[in-house]
DNA sequence: GGCTGATCTGCTCATATGAGCAATGATACC
DNA sequence: GGTATCATTGCTCATATGAGCAGATCAGCC
């Protein structure tokens, strides 16, 4: 298009979308016809020039979600816009509210559901209304009893949920990560614990965040992990954690030792499971969340628009 | 409108403008009428959820345009967007190329032209496209021979206006501030320069900038005055200086003294003058774009969006 | 429970707009 | 200079959309 034809087509579509006049009336301001008032203002939108943005909480990213889909093989992607956000955890708050809507509109509803814990999961379960669902059974997947603080962050993550679903709710009422394998062991073997296990395993559907593999990761905070055991598991090519156990870009778990003394339900369940659906999101969870989508550890992912196209540029 | 309602609203907008579906087919997926769907869009759009912007160096903001000339009487009011600039010198670029936009399509095309001198006016010189009126007399209104370096910006800021319009240029052989008033007078009786004064009084147009008080003030920059000057006359109520005069927020000269030995066109010629031009754009600009504006210093004005807000919001 | 005013809904109809097409004008190539 | 090719223009026609209106529905009130 000429030069000439461009800046036309900017009087045009200032006359057309501020000024609400229509191609017609633009044709008398600018001695065009309405045709060519028409064709300009198509190619300023073909150009990119006009920039169309919801801005709102919960505005979604359509096209972006439809690209991952198609790019990825997830079978759903919901993306949300990161338009007017100003602050991280508004971001992290517009994913979760995200996921709880994904989860109520889920159809069929699953009998049970498997959840991890964490600030994110913690974020959807106070999102969620008030009988989302008519009765779900909601099991924890990986074991969370904090062991300095916040006690119960994990149980209640669950229990809320399970309880706005008028459902019911069963614990795993272990720590993370044991020091020692046989302690790991020994509480599996329990009979208790072995069944919330099973039941785990054979969840119709799973819901999981990740964290990423730095200092402020939740295991760190939580006292399961040092900082220098961190960095070692960093350096070792770890990106993040999903259901407490750490995984390189390839999706393969970075430490077996670590691994065999965590409990919950392994990495290679979730790729099994027919439903799981990954809540990631915030700008220092794009690692992570590329090696969740990479390795098909989640069939559904709810994320925002930057860590959406960040996995689109890869 | 109730909660529902505005998340259906929203959903609509993702299906209308990012996935360009048609109200009917909306209406089909979100189990509505195709008339509650297009109620629904307006509201979106009511509710200022729908931004939509131009995005592009020569876009204008035309119902801020409106506003300006409602709010201060202005004639005329050019306020380009600031949607994308990523720096100061591209909004200045922006508001040069929109005030040459301006001049060239001046009608009646000026015979006479009396323009300032400094780095906005010499941007606007650049950017007049070769032949863009066919002859104008550009007349300088203010001294400007610089003291210490780029001898002759403004000189060759007046004869690029000049020699694009095929015109002629009258250039005002001063310095900007006398530091005598004796040798200022003297420099007045002269022939010559009496009659460049006698024409920059009786120009058609005027297209003038105007300065922050500040340490980076160009006069601070040419060497006519020094930081400590300035930081005075800013004590004294100075927001910046118009033609080489410096002025408060009310428009009044802050300092008869100085402003007698400063060359050129007085404050009170421009305001009688019918069409005077200021070209005021950038954040550090705001006060002194205030201040000519409500003190009538100019009758158009040609700003930057930010700016423009700046003056709405009082 | 029934009335009243206000809001909401589904519709008709006029208008605005985009798709497609023939005629025209420009451009490149022999 | 003539012609083939392509882009541009002005148009017709089908479709999408917004304004306006009558009937339905609802909330508040006695």
């Given at each position: 298009?000429?030069?000439?034809?461009?800046?036309?087509?900017?009087?045009?579509?200032?006359?057309?979308?501020?000024?609400?006049?229509t191609?017609?009336?633009?044709?008398?301001?600018?001695?065009?016809?309405?045709?060519?008032?028409?064709?300009?203002?198509?190619?300023?939108?073909?150009?990119?020039?006009?920039?169309?943005?919801?801005?709102?909480?919960?505005?979604?990213?359509?096209?972006?979600?439809?690209?991952?889909?198609?790019?990825?093989?997830?079978?759903?992607?919901?993306?949300?816009?990161?338009?007017?956000?100003?602050?991280?955890?508004?971001?992290?708050?517009?994913?979760?509210?995200?996921?709880?809507?994904?989860?109520?509109?889920?159809r069929?509803?699953?009998?049970?559901?498997?959840?991890?814990?964490?600030?994110?999961?913690?974020?959807?379960?106070?999102?969620?209304?008030?009988?989302?669902?008519?009765?779900?059974?909601?099991?924890?997947?990986?074991?969370?009893?904090?062991?300095?603080?916040?006690?119960?962050?994990?149980?209640?993550?669950?229990?809320?949920?399970?309880?706005?679903?008028?459902?019911?709710?069963?614990?795993?009422?272990?720590?993370?990560?044991?020091?020692?394998?046989?302690?790991?062991?020994?509480?599996?073997?329990?009979?208790?614990?072995?069944?919330?296990?099973?039941?785990?395993?054979?969840?119709q559907?799973?819901?999981?965040?990740?964290?990423?593999?730095?200092?402020?990761?939740?295991?760190?905070?939580?006292?399961?992990?040092?900082?220098?055991?961190?960095n070692?598991?960093?350096?070792?090519?770890?990106v993040?954690?999903?259901?407490?156990?750490?995984?390189?870009?390839?999706?393969?778990?970075?430490?077996?030792?670590?691994?065999?003394?965590?409990?919950?339900?392994?990495?290679?369940?979730?790729?099994?499971?027919?439903?799981?659906?990954?809540?990631?999101?915030?700008?220092?969870?794009?690692?992570?969340?590329?090696?969740?989508v990479?390795?098909g550890?989640?069939?559904?992912?709810?994320?925002?628009?930057?860590?959406?196209?960040?996995?689109?540029?890869?």
């Amino acid at each position: 298009m000429s030069d000439n034809d461009e800046l036309l087509s900017i009087r045009a579509a200032e006359l057309y979308y501020e000024e609400n006049q229509t191609q017609d009336e633009i044709g008398v301001i600018l001695r065009l016809t309405r045709w060519k008032v028409g064709r300009l203002l198509a190619s300023a939108k073909a150009n990119g020039f006009i920039r169309i943005e919801i801005v709102h909480p919960r505005a979604r990213r359509l096209p972006i979600e439809r690209r991952l889909r198609e790019s990825t093989g997830l079978t759903d992607a919901i993306v949300v816009s990161s338009a007017g956000v100003s602050s991280d955890s508004e971001l992290q708050s517009r994913t979760a509210q995200a996921a709880a809507d994904y989860l109520t509109s889920l159809r069929p509803i699953p009998r049970t559901l498997g959840i991890s814990w964490g600030r994110t999961l913690h974020d959807v379960s106070l999102h969620l209304k008030q009988g989302w669902a008519p009765g779900v059974n909601v099991v924890q997947i990986n074991g969370g009893v904090s062991l300095n603080q916040r006690t119960g962050t994990a149980a209640s993550t669950a229990v809320t949920i399970a309880h706005k679903a008028d459902g019911s709710a069963t614990l795993l009422p272990s720590p993370a990560i044991f020091e020692r394998l046989e302690t790991k062991q020994a509480m599996e073997a329990d009979r208790t614990v072995a069944g919330v296990l099973a039941l785990a395993r054979n969840a119709q559907a799973y819901v999981f965040s990740a964290g990423q593999a730095d200092a402020n990761s939740a295991l760190v905070d939580s006292g399961y992990l040092s900082v220098a055991q961190i960095n070692d598991l960093v350096a070792r090519g770890a990106v993040g954690d999903v259901v407490g156990r750490y995984i390189d870009q390839n999706g393969r778990i970075v430490d077996p030792e670590l691994n065999e003394r965590t409990v919950g339900i392994q990495i290679d369940q979730l790729r099994r499971a027919p439903l799981t659906i990954a809540v990631i999101s915030g700008p220092s969870k794009h690692a992570i969340a590329r090696a969740v989508v990479r390795n098909g550890l989640c069939t559904v992912l709810v994320t925002d628009e930057d860590t959406a196209n960040a996995l689109l540029h890869d």
